[in-house]
């Protein structure tokens, strides 16, 4: 079974704080995505990365960084958070052109 | 960013009922996904479909691919309380490695 593992269900971080949000997939998938999903926006791209140390933006990047240095691992950065960035944050993996599969959710609250 | 148009937003059945739900868009894709997700946790892959025409079932769910490959269906037959959640499509535009995800489709199910 294809496992995506984010490394924590649930954080609450300071405004201005530095926040790392990990992702991890064990499926040797080429391309990894974050999303963040807000109650009536539904799933919104964040960053997507297409192959190690590659990434792209997507509808909502602004106030989020990513680092994608193993080609298992996908980490998304909050450089200084803010309460506008608590939400619902999903990871989810894909080979090139096939079905994406998602971790488990990490529900952050900023305050 | 693009979302597609999904419907029903919402919908309360009876157990046992059968459900539809659909997919639409200006666009046209290659793949099409289908999600379920329960309060608090990520999405689950329930269906994949990739070829225009295409019906696959899997247990009481049965998707198509549209002709036209800007729709896409997800039925649900005999209702039972656990497919209470949040159901998703997500559609793959031609040479991208992005997917495009519905609004959504809240179903409850009343025993």
């Known amino acids: 079974d294809v496992k995506v593992t984010q490394s924590s269900r649930y954080l609450v971080k300071r405004t201005g704080e530095k926040v790392f949000l990990e992702c991890v997939q064990d499926m040797d998938h080429e391309n990894m995505f974050w999303y963040r999903q807000d109650p009536g926006l539904g799933l919104r791209l964040i960053y997507f990365?297409?192959?190690?140390?590659?990434?792209e933006k997507g509808d909502i990047p602004e106030g989020y960084s990513v680092s994608r240095e193993k080609k298992e691992r996908f980490s998304l950065i909050l450089e200084s958070a803010s309460t506008n960035q608590t939400s619902m944050y999903l990871c989810?993996?894909?080979?090139?052109?096939?079905?994406?599969?998602f971790g488990q959710g990490t529900r952050l609250t900023v305050v | 960013g693009q979302q597609l148009n999904q419907s029903p937003q919402s919908m309360f059945i009876q157990e046992g009922e059968d459900v539809s739900m659909n997919c639409t868009s200006s666009?046209?894709?290659?793949?099409w996904l289908w999600y379920k997700q329960d309060p608090g946790e990520g999405p689950v892959l329930l269906i994949a479909?990739?070829?225009?025409?295409e019906l696959t079932s899997n247990g009481r769910l049965t998707a198509q691919f549209g002709i036209t490959r800007k729709d896409s269906f997800l039925n649900i037959s005999a209702s039972i309380p656990s497919d209470v959640g949040i159901y998703f499509c997500?559609?793959?535009?031609?040479?991208?490695?992005?997917?495009?995800f519905g609004t959504g489709t809240r179903l409850k199910v009343l025993a």
């Open positions: 989810a993996s894909s080979s090139l052109y096939t079905e994406a599969f």
């Open positions: 479909l990739y070829k225009a025409g």
């Open positions: 666009s046209i894709f290659n793949t």
């Open positions: 997500a559609g793959r535009l031609s040479g991208t490695y992005k997917y495009i």
């Open positions: 990365s297409y192959d190690v140390k590659m990434k």
